[in-house]
């Protein structure tokens, strides 16, 4: 049942989003049921995800706008509520919920930091909300280059799938990567499209020159652009992921990204294919028309839903136990079901230890990145040709590390951010990402006098992780939690404690490690940075980046302490359920399928083998949409026949070529065009086109039962040479007064129709059987036999049978002809002929015309009347 059938008031809001982009468990649960005889084809739950946050709502929309044949139902599990439609800095200033431990704040952390460390135990948790983390990120997202996925333990599948020209799929000339369709999915493919003006330029062409210009040398760090390259200015764009220009004509622009606007765009459809799917109130269905339209959403979000643990039964996961609202809940997961672990990485890898037990790998490999920030000021007037009003700049520089130890490498970014301020002004975002089109305050900044140019340069460096046994940084389970669940018990830390550690670099200084060592680097490189913007000039340092209330600017950089930020305060854990082409040696394999289950998957930053420095939100969505690549339904579109064109072939495409007209609809699913009768007969019309004379060849089905004399139920049928059924025509109301009412009639008065019934209802007689033209005398009760008819095969329900139809214009009367046989796979089928017609010069003038002006005839379509008769592989031979 439909627990929540209106938009809830609250203090302050009217929930419509909520209650039109969420369902309640109960309902999700009931939609499965097939126990009422309208919901007959409700299906489970092909596809469950844990987690609606930033990869769970990529993944749930890639999955459903894949599915073109409407083969597969998606369920969404998050465990917050619904509070933001998209990225919190595309509405007005400080729109973001409170922070974490104050009242009302959606931020939780539901692990247990376990280092001995106090600084490096401050984790900041997960967004509890649908979109999780992506409506509050900050937006930078740089590829991988090449050499940051060279490791050996990345699959080399993967590798091949991130860097290199692979989609479309199946295309002889692909033209980009999983990380290119990424990133235009998020808007970092065109590089700050929405920051330019004179400030930028200036600091763009000073950072370019002095970079070219560095003596270098073999041991110092390499400097370089965004993609690893250094050849022109562009390279030191940003990679920002807004987009302020729409991508092609009639699609808006899209901001700061969020997966929240993914995620809505597919459950408007779902929502809409299901209310299309099920749209009338009939005396049989009073009432309980939302029920049956959830029965047919291919999508559901239910969101305030905890899911505590995952049931395993062998290599299955088999139930999710959750927590709904305070109760206890479970979802049963159907035996081709498939679950997805979508959480953030800590809590992906407490499911997986909970889960798969017997992995000694799970936990292992932990990281995130390094984080320092070193803010500055240089005068204005350094900068010649400045206008005196709002300026503001984004650049990115990459950096490469040497480890002297091994010669390997580590990498770091450094993102510059850049505004014209006041005297008193500290913050270099105060101007960017944060401004709405208020006129008002446009035209304060045309009077404002710059003074200075404050800079902020936010170095992100990887940390290394290690896949050996018992390595220092992991996630093991912990006491348990207010459900009886183990905790998670994380460790994270960039000193050494073991002799073993394979990060050490000094044997003697537990200090000493590639991380600090890329630390410290990454510092140098900021103050390198630092001076090639102060071009030889004054330079002032804010003492205390972090603090900008208690900071003062003075002469020297600030100690590194004083601008590096606590461990894991990025959000970007990764790697404890590494991908690889091992089970001995990797938790997941290369579609992110942990190995010893076989339907449990992994989604996100978890997957990452390496880190390197970008932001795990551009890899994580090109992971996350190529598993669902990799595991979606294949759509059901039939090999083409010669000398045919298709009407309708399993998918969405050729679907919408379809219309409706009368009380009742026909729903795509599962590749079938299946009929949704609603009282009175309805006629499922292809609309894109009408038709002289042909053959017309397609499958149908019907479900049954059988009645007391062995005959299987079920009414329906192919209309043929009718009128659009859309206008309203004086000569057919005049004959059928129905038709005012309902314009499916418009197709019986105008046209012929083929039936599809077995009872032969109303009076069992021969014109009124499956393969005859319906109403037509057949020579049967004194009537004349203006047709005739031999019966074919006794229809058998749940079995695929095919219409041959002929249509032939002739002056003689034109003629109609009905084959029907029993589909064979593989095999061509056998028709038998059933019924002839030759229509008489004398009668019918106004049925069965040609196609003419003024969409006056030649329409073919589906009749949806008693029960859902299933219909597929429709094509024509015009003649």
Not at 418 to 438: D, H, R, T, Y
Not at 525 to 533: D, G, P, Q, V
Not at 600 to 607: D, E, I, K, N
Not at 733 to 738: I, K, M, S
Request: glycine content about 8%; overall charge negative; some cysteine.
């Amino acid at each position: 049942m439909v627990t929540i059938r209106t938009p809830e008031s609250t203090t302050f809001t009217f929930d419509v989003l909520g209650r039109y982009s969420c369902n309640t468990l109960q309902e999700a649960l009931d939609s499965q049921r097939t126990d009422h005889p309208d919901q007959g084809d409700a299906r489970p739950f092909d596809y469950i995800i844990v987690g609606g946050g930033s990869f769970g709502a990529v993944l749930a929309a890639r999955l459903f706008n894949l599915d073109v044949s409407h083969r597969a139902r998606i369920l969404v599990l998050e465990a917050g509520p619904l509070i933001l439609s998209e990225h919190v800095q595309n509405l007005p200033p400080d729109f973001s919920p409170p922070p974490k431990e104050e009242p009302g704040s959606v931020w939780g952390v539901p692990w247990q930091p376990k280092s001995p460390k106090d600084w490096n135990n401050k984790f900041p948790g997960l967004a509890f909300c649908v979109g999780g983390r992506s409506l509050f990120w900050g937006g930078w997202s740089p590829y991988f280059i090449d050499s940051e996925v060279a490791d050996p333990s990345w699959p080399a599948s993967v590798v091949t799938d991130l860097t290199t020209k692979v989609l479309p799929a199946g295309s002889q000339n692909p033209t980009e990567s999983y990380l290119d369709t990424a990133a235009q999915q998020i808007g970092t493919d065109d590089t700050n499209d929405f920051i330019s003006g004179p400030l930028h330029t200036a600091l763009k062409q000073r950072l370019f020159k002095g970079l070219t210009a560095r003596a270098g040398g073999a041991a110092a760090d390499v400097l370089t652009g965004n993609r690893g390259a250094l050849n022109a200015e562009d390279d030191l764009e940003a990679p920002l992921a807004v987009a302020s220009a729409s991508p092609r004509p009639g699609m808006f622009a899209l901001n700061k990204f969020s997966s929240v606007q993914l995620l809505f765009r597919a459950q408007r459809i779902a929502q809409a294919e299901a209310q299309a799917a099920a749209r009338a109130e009939t005396p049989e269905n009073q009432g309980r028309l939302p029920e049956i339209q959830n029965s047919k959403k291919r999508l559901m979000l239910v969101d305030n839903c905890y899911v505590t643990r995952l049931e395993r039964s062998g290599k299955r996961i088999t139930r999710i136990h959750v927590k709904y609202r305070g109760a206890d809940g479970q979802v049963d997961v159907p035996a081709s079901g498939r679950v997805f672990l979508a959480l953030g990485t800590i809590e992906n890898t407490r499911q997986a230890l909970v889960a798969v037990p017997e992995k000694p790998e799970i936990g292992r490999n932990l990281m995130a990145h390094l984080r320092s920030n070193l803010t500055l000021r240089v005068p204005r007037d350094s900068f010649a040709g400045l206008p005196p009003e709002l300026q503001v700049s984004a650049l990115f520089v990459k950096g490469i590390h040497t480890h002297p130890v091994d010669n390997s490498k580590g990498y770091y970014h450094i993102q510059i951010t850049a505004s014209g301020v006041g005297q008193l002004g500290m913050n270099s975002e105060a101007e960017l990402f944060k401004k709405i089109p208020n006129i008002e305050e446009l035209d304060q900044f045309r009077d404002l006098t710059d003074k200075w140019v404050v800079l902020t340069l936010r170095g992100i460096g990887e940390m290394v992780g290690v896949k050996s046994s018992n390595p220092q940084n992991r996630i093991t389970p912990g006491a348990p939690d207010g459900n009886g669940v183990p905790y998670a018990d994380v460790r994270l830390e960039t000193n050494w404690d073991d002799p073993a550690d394979p990060r050490i670099t000094d044997n003697a200084d537990p200090k000493r490690t590639k991380d600090n060592d890329l630390w410290d680097a990454m510092d140098a490189a900021s103050e390198e940075l630092a001076k090639i913007f102060a071009n030889g000039g004054t330079i002032e340092y804010l003492s205390r980046p972090n603090e900008a209330g208690n900071a003062h600017w003075q002469d020297t950089p600030p100690a590194t302490d004083l601008r590096r930020d606590t461990l894991s305060s990025t959000h970007h854990e990764a790697g404890t359920l590494w991908m690889g082409d091992d089970p001995n040696t990797s938790v997941t394999d290369p579609t992110g399928r942990i190995w010893e289950v076989d339907n449990l998957y992994v989604v996100g930053p978890a997957l990452l083998p390496t880190i390197g420095s970008p932001n795990p939100m551009l890899s994580g969505v090109a992971l996350t949409r190529r598993t669902a690549d990799k595991l979606a339904p294949t759509p059901l579109a039939v090999t083409p026949e010669a000398n045919f064109i298709s009407l309708f072939d399993g998918t969405e495409r050729t679907f919408q070529r379809w219309r409706s007209a009368g009380p009742g609809t026909f729903a795509l699913q599962d590749g079938l065009l299946v009929a949704q009768p609603s009282g009175d007969q309805t006629v499922f019309f292809y609309a894109a086109e009408t038709f002289t004379d042909y053959v017309l060849r397609l499958q149908f089905r019907l479900p049954g039962p059988v009645d007391s004399f062995g005959k299987v139920i079920g009414n329906s049928g192919v209309f043929l040479r009718f009128r659009y059924p859309h206008t309203r025509w004086p000569d057919v109301n005049a004959v059928q007064p129905l038709a005012q009412g309902n314009p499916a009639w418009v197709a019986s008065v105008t046209g012929f129709e083929v039936q599809i019934d077995e009872q032969g209802r109303p009076d069992f007689g021969d014109k009124h059987r499956t393969g005859a033209v319906y109403g037509i005398p057949a020579g049967q009760g004194g009537e004349p036999q203006e047709q005739t008819f031999q019966a074919g095969p006794v229809l058998q329900p749940g079995t695929w049978y095919e219409f041959e139809i002929t249509v032939t214009s002739d002056p003689a009367g034109d003629q109609y002809v009905s084959k029907v046989g029993p589909v064979q796979a593989g095999q061509p089928t056998v028709f038998t002929q059933v019924a002839s017609f030759t229509k008489p010069a004398d009668k019918y003038q106004n049925r069965g015309l040609a196609p003419a002006a003024g969409n006056s005839s030649g329409y073919i379509g589906l009749q949806a009347y008693i029960s859902k008769v299933a219909f597929r592989h429709i094509r024509i031979q015009e003649k």
